[in-house]
């Protein structure tokens, strides 16, 4: 095999008789074998596993058994997220050695699809700041972005066709970016959170991470189901809001050419642009989130905090400081003004409204000391509207930029639709050095 094939072409390659679902898993785990020691965007591959399980989606595909897109498919899932029989550490000592009882609810519905599960992703610590040791691919002396570190590096060096990943902040939306993939955060409550490690109940989500919108609309079918109209072809030329205000005012320079210039290049094909401004609410979007995130975080890690503080690294151990000295009338106010949020980026969105804005402030940092700043994503995880970036452009130190996009509430497939025109009309064709 040459190279790695999108999901949507490997699924229908397998279909075909013209792919095995072995020869892809092996594939991946040359890439593994080859990459990883340098990248460590896994913490466990279950090789014996990925092969058994590639040979009986192969049989069963052979005797006439059609599980659906994903079947044969080899994919990542970020360690929070439990996986029956493996540990899920959330890369924390706390949890060394717990081992999932069950399948979380998202890994049950790949399961049924009939994919195969390579293995476990790096998470940071519980989810939050503090970096892991994750490397990008486009470069290793900067960051893949957190805390879906290992899903997005991963996916962008080719280990994998995609990742799970999750969102409390940025989470999905941000490495993607850095990485130069796709990645998707669903409407809010579309994917079930059964089983997956708790930062915040009121703002966490599971997303996917791939290399194109058309994967991502694959997985988002197997696991968080199809809606009404969700089989539409890529949508006519769309009318697309741009957010100049805070995004395209606070974004360096690379990433405001990179936007600009993509933006151009959307209008050129027939996208009709049109300026848009944030309500006022949302300039307590941050201090709001982070004061829910904080309360949520501290309840979650509430009796583990109290017994051993000193197990939890620098940034994880300060937010659940500040959640637990946080003012209950101070969390009761963010959530109404969370409501509030949500309701005026409804009337802002319309009916069929999608924004569209960077997806970063910058490409993705140099060193491992941080994971980036996710305050370009954090707003619409807070407002539960679906988001997704792709890759649009180049900076001039040869790593990707991202343009994200979102919809109104419960719009996934309308977004995706819109995505994938984009995408389409960007050509985006670049590749890590590595691969």
Not at 21 to 48: F, K, N, S, T
Not at 302 to 322: K, V
Not at 341 to 355: H, K, P, S, T
Not at 393 to 422: H, S, T
Request: proline share 7%; net charge negative.
């Amino acid at each position: 095999m040459e190279s790695l094939p999108t999901i949507v072409e490997a699924s229908s390659l397998i279909r075909q008789g013209r792919l095995s679902p072995v020869d892809l898993v092996e594939h991946c785990l040359q890439q593994i074998d080859a990459h990883d020691g340098r990248l460590h965007a896994w913490v466990r591959i279950d090789a014996a596993g990925a092969r058994r399980e590639a040979r009986r989606q192969h049989d069963l595909l052979r005797s006439g058994t059609d599980l659906g897109p994903l079947q044969g498919i080899p994919l990542g899932v970020k360690d929070i997220i439990d996986v029956a029989g493996w540990p899920t550490e959330a890369g924390s000592p706390l949890l060394a050695g717990r081992v999932a009882a069950e399948d979380a609810a998202v890994v049950g519905r790949l399961r049924n699809g009939g994919a195969v599960l390579l293995g476990k992703t790096v998470t940071t610590e519980f989810a939050f700041l503090d970096p892991a040791s994750t490397r990008n691919p486009w470069n290793p002396e900067h960051t893949p972005g957190g805390s879906s570190s290992g899903s997005a590096a991963a996916v962008a060096a080719g280990m994998c066709l995609g990742a799970l990943g999750s969102q409390t902040g940025g989470s999905i939306i941000r490495p993607a970016s850095y990485c130069g993939v796709a990645g998707l955060k669903a409407t809010r409550g579309r994917i079930e959170m059964r089983g997956v490690v708790p930062v915040s109940r009121s703002l966490d989500h599971v997303g996917p991470i791939a290399r194109c919108v058309g994967d991502l609309r694959l997985l988002l079918g197997t696991i968080g189901g199809w809606s009404s109209g969700s089989e539409a072809a890529y949508c006519t030329p769309p009318k697309l809001m741009v957010i100049r205000e805070y995004f395209l005012d606070r974004c360096d320079e690379a990433v405001r050419e990179a936007t600009l210039s993509a933006l151009e290049c959307l209008q050129q094909a027939g996208a009709e642009l049109i300026s848009s401004t944030l309500p006022e609410s949302f300039r307590n979007v941050h201090s709001m989130h982070r004061c829910i995130m904080a309360v949520e975080a501290a309840e979650a890690h509430f009796d583990s905090f109290a017994r051993q503080p000193d197990a939890y690294s620098q940034h994880i151990g300060a937010l659940l400081e500040e959640g637990l000295t946080t003012f209950a009338v101070d969390y009761s106010l963010s959530l109404r003004h969370q409501q509030l949020f949500r309701e005026q980026i409804g009337q802002m969105l319309g009916e069929d409204g999608v924004a569209v804005m960077p997806a970063t402030m910058t490409p993705a940092p140099r060193g491992l000391e941080s994971t980036g700043d996710p305050s370009f994503n954090s707003p619409w995880t807070y407002a539960g509207v679906p988001a997704v970036t792709i890759p649009c452009g180049m900076a001039p130190d040869g790593l990707p930029c991202g343009l994200q996009l979102i919809a109104p509430e419960g719009r996934d497939e309308l977004l995706i639709e819109v995505a994938r025109w984009c995408e389409e009309k960007l050509e985006f064709q670049d590749k890590p050095p590595l691969i």
